[in-house]
């Protein structure tokens, strides 16, 4: 197997977005998904991503798989808190900072919650196409 010896840049940026709030409590990617990022044509680098409620939320957790074209495997699981917007306080999101979370092409990035939540998450991908 020849070893790659030269070293591969990100060249143009990519961010994918999505906001979840419908209830999917299965762990298979199967159910209700929303699709945060897709890796380009030469694949893609994941360095950052932000998740942040929108509005009143109760409790649940959030799940982002990866999805090869043929199989879902769940990448990470988030606790969300309940949040109740108003406007003297501001709702704290999370962010995730993968290691070297490097996607081949044709794959996604896809997102769930547990429970229903009425206003939803906003979860942006923040990443670079080779």
């Given at each position: ?8 840049f990100p060249?143009?940026p ?13 762990y ?7 699709t945060i990022f897709s ?8 360095n ?15 799940r ?11 990448l990470?699981e988030f606790?969300?808190?309940a ?7 501001q709702l704290?999101g999370q962010?995730w900072?993968?290691?070297?979370l490097?996607?081949p ?6 997102a769930?919650?547990?429970?229903v939540?009425?206003?939803?998450v906003a ?8």
């Amino acid at each position: 197997m020849v070893a790659n010896t030269s070293p591969r840049f990100p060249l143009s940026p990519n961010i994918g977005s999505g906001i979840v709030s419908a209830a999917n409590a299965n762990y298979d990617g199967t159910g209700t998904i929303v699709t945060i990022f897709s890796a380009g044509a030469s694949g893609s680098k994941v360095n950052e991503i932000v998740i942040r409620p929108i509005g009143s939320n109760a409790a649940s957790v959030l799940r982002i798989f990866l999805f090869t074209g043929s199989v879902y495997r769940l990448l990470k699981e988030f606790d969300l808190p309940a949040t109740n917007a108003i406007q003297t306080a501001q709702l704290l999101g999370q962010n995730w900072y993968p290691d070297n979370l490097i996607l081949p092409p044709s794959h996604t990035l896809v997102a769930s919650v547990g429970t229903v939540i009425a206003a939803g998450v906003a979860v942006t991908v923040l990443g670079a196409d080779y």
